[in-house]
T-cell receptor, first 112, second 113 residues
Framework: GENVEQHPSTLSVQEGDSAVIKCTYS??????FPWYKQELGKRPQLIID?????GEKKDQRIAVTLNKTAKHFSLHITETQPEDSAVYFC???????????FGGGTRLMVKP | SAVISQKPSRDICQRGTSLTIQCQVD?????MFWYRQQPGQSLTLIAT?????????ESGFVIDKFPISRPNLTFSTLTVSNMSPEDSSIYLC??????????FGEGSRLTVL
């Protein structure tokens, strides 16, 4: 089955700096790669996703890049703000949101 | 989007007992899933709840321990049977609406003493 590795497990940045979280996956058939944000005590919520037919996608301060050859994808957050502090999970699947395999999570702390 | 209600939101249970978690969605959905999130950990898929047939379980999860019902397209239950402290987790119901995005319920935080 699919295996998703996520790094780093914790990341501390100063407000205004950029944050990068990286994930690798094992199943070359995977074609859907979402990122979820989970604030303390809350449910995970989708913040951005990318499909295998594109290499990059942006939405305001967040962007995701995908390298299918190397089987890795990354989340980039620019101009970080304290409200970006949360746990971020990457995931991969071969069919839309079905059978998502999640990475281990990254706890992002943005210091004011 | 989907509005997903889970009950109970939290519970404290005794070892050896069973607890049933309910998941209600505000619209009909085809794909419904149950995830487990152990303290400080990631999300692990327990099973896919199939309407009108037996759930499809992931490796490491069995029907006797986690029986699932899916009587219609808006409702599912997950039972955690014969609980032990290792079952202390957050259990999350989720649905996929056809766009690829998974929507999660608020979760049911279970503590087993």
């Amino acid at each position: 089955g699919e295996n998703v590795e996520q790094h780093p497990s914790t990341l501390s940045v100063q407000e205004g700096d950029s944050a990068v979280i990286k994930c690798t996956y094992s199943d070359s058939a995977s074609n859907y790669f979402p990122w979820y944000k989970q604030e303390l005590g809350k449910r995970p919520q989708l913040i951005i996703d990318i499909r295998s037919n594109v290499g990059e996608k942006k939405d305001q301060r967040i962007a995701v890049t995908l390298n299918k050859t190397a089987k890795h994808f990354s989340l980039h957050i620019t101009e970080t703000q304290p409200e970006d502090s949360a746990v971020y999970f990457c995931a991969a699947s071969w069919f839309r949101g079905n059978m998502l395999t999640f990475g281990g999570g990254t706890r992002l702390m943005v210091k004011p | 989007s989907a509005v997903i209600s889970q009950k109970p939101s939290r519970d404290i249970c005794q070892r050896g007992t069973s607890l049933t978690i309910q998941c209600q969605v505000d619209s009909q959905v085809t794909m419904m899933f149950w995830y487990r999130q152990q303290p400080g950990q990631s999300l692990t898929l327990i099973a896919t709840a199939n309407q009108g047939s037996e759930a499809t379980y992931e490796s490491g999860f069995v029907i006797d321990k986690f029986p699932i019902s899916r009587p219609n397209l808006t409702f599912s239950t997950l039972t955690v049977s014969n609980m032990s402290p290792e079952d202390s987790s957050i259990y999350l119901c989720s649905v996929e609406m056809g766009s690829g995005e998974l929507f999660f319920g608020e979760g049911s935080r279970l503590t087993v003493l």
